[in-house]
């Protein structure tokens, strides 16, 4: 049995939907990670065969008001829970960002490269990073980037509503990389399957911007794509600060590829109209 932790978010649904009978999903209601002092307690009902953390704070600009939380859920637990599995040598993957590195290189970011966070968010996401490896070396460290699901409340769902509104301007020089949650997911167990240990980078492709990917949305939904206008990061003006390219790639040779993003978001863009 595989326990996952943080199912009722975007990459915790699909492991369940994934995993089916094999999985054991903990929600927020079994297992809240802020209570610091439970984590142990929680998990040790459990004989699980591998231990998957989908939870976090990933609210990137709330987390700069909240980097105390921020920072116990996305940092402290993960450590936690890290020790915790490391002292039975139960498999223990967790999910980290691209917001991780500052943005500065024009090629894709990969494994070796040196993290370098410019806002909360990514900063407690590195801290866990490092809490994790501190307590069990041999943990899976996955780090994927803008994560999009046809099922829970994201990005994409917030341009489907706005441009039911009316035009809606997005940035257009962040770049990055769309990832589908059931595409990670997958991608995922195909890397536990592997017993693959250590930082993994794990993105689809192509490169974008949230312009064009907003864009994208909005056209696979028969809509005007005239409705997503561009803006710059600048003009825009508000939120955390965010790196202007974080493409993700990987130097590792585990034969793992997610498939393309495009090939993917229209059967997502689908289950989101059924509920957005
Ligand atoms: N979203 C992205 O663009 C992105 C990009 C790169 C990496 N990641 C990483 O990928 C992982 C999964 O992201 P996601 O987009 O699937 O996240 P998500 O949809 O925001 O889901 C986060 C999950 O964490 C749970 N959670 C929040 N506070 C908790 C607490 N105190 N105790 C226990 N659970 C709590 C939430 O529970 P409720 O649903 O009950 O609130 C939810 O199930 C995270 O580690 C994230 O940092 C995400």
């Given at each position: 049995m595989i326990l996952i932790i943080g199912t009722g978010g975007q990459l915790g649904t699909?492991?369940?939907?994934?995993?089916g009978p094999s999985g054991r999903s903990l929600g927020l209601d079994e297992l809240d990670l802020a209570d610091f002092g439970s984590i142990r307690t929680v998990l040790d009902r459990f004989t699980p065969?591998?231990?998957i953390n989908c939870a976090g704070h990933t609210a990137v600009d709330l987390a700069e008001?909240?980097?105390?939380?921020?920072?116990l859920l996305n940092a402290s637990a993960v450590g936690e829970m890290a020790r915790w599995s490391a002292?039975?040598?139960?498999p223990f993957v967790s999910f980290s960002t691209d917001y991780v590195f500052d943005g500065l290189k024009r090629?894709?970011?990969?494994e070796s490269d040196v993290a370098h966070p410019t806002n909360t968010y990514g900063n407690t996401k590195r801290a866990g990073e490092v809490e994790g490896f501190d307590a069990y070396p041999a943990m899976l460290l996955i780090r994927s980037s803008w994560l999009v699901s046809g099922t829970c409340p994201n990005f994409g769902a917030t341009v489907l509503r706005s441009a039911r509104e009316g035009p809606m301007r997005v940035v257009d020089d962040q770049v990055g990389v769309p990832n589908i949650a059931d595409d990670l997911a997958t991608a995922t167990l195909e890397a536990l399957n592997q017993q693959l240990t250590g930082i993994l980078h794990l993105s689809s492709a192509p490169e974008t911007t949230w312009f064009g990917f907003a864009r994208?949305?909005?056209?696979?939904?028969?809509m005007d794509p005239e409705l997503v206008q561009p803006i710059s990061t600048e003009e825009y003006g508000i939120g955390a600060p965010r790196p202007a390219y974080s493409v993700l790639t990987s130097e590792r040779d585990t034969g793992i590829e997610l498939p393309t993003w495009k090939g993917s978001l229209p059967s997502v863009v689908k289950e989101m109209l059924a509920w957005v």
């Amino acid at each position: 049995m595989i326990l996952i932790i943080g199912t009722g978010g975007q990459l915790g649904t699909s492991f369940s939907n994934l995993l089916g009978p094999s999985g054991r999903s903990l929600g927020l209601d079994e297992l809240d990670l802020a209570d610091f002092g439970s984590i142990r307690t929680v998990l040790d009902r459990f004989t699980p065969d591998a231990v998957i953390n989908c939870a976090g704070h990933t609210a990137v600009d709330l987390a700069e008001q909240q980097a105390e939380l921020a920072y116990l859920l996305n940092a402290s637990a993960v450590g936690e829970m890290a020790r915790w599995s490391a002292a039975r040598s139960v498999p223990f993957v967790s999910f980290s960002t691209d917001y991780v590195f500052d943005g500065l290189k024009r090629s894709p970011y990969v494994e070796s490269d040196v993290a370098h966070p410019t806002n909360t968010y990514g900063n407690t996401k590195r801290a866990g990073e490092v809490e994790g490896f501190d307590a069990y070396p041999a943990m899976l460290l996955i780090r994927s980037s803008w994560l999009v699901s046809g099922t829970c409340p994201n990005f994409g769902a917030t341009v489907l509503r706005s441009a039911r509104e009316g035009p809606m301007r997005v940035v257009d020089d962040q770049v990055g990389v769309p990832n589908i949650a059931d595409d990670l997911a997958t991608a995922t167990l195909e890397a536990l399957n592997q017993q693959l240990t250590g930082i993994l980078h794990l993105s689809s492709a192509p490169e974008t911007t949230w312009f064009g990917f907003a864009r994208r949305i909005v056209e696979l939904a028969d809509m005007d794509p005239e409705l997503v206008q561009p803006i710059s990061t600048e003009e825009y003006g508000i939120g955390a600060p965010r790196p202007a390219y974080s493409v993700l790639t990987s130097e590792r040779d585990t034969g793992i590829e997610l498939p393309t993003w495009k090939g993917s978001l229209p059967s997502v863009v689908k289950e989101m109209l059924a509920w957005v």
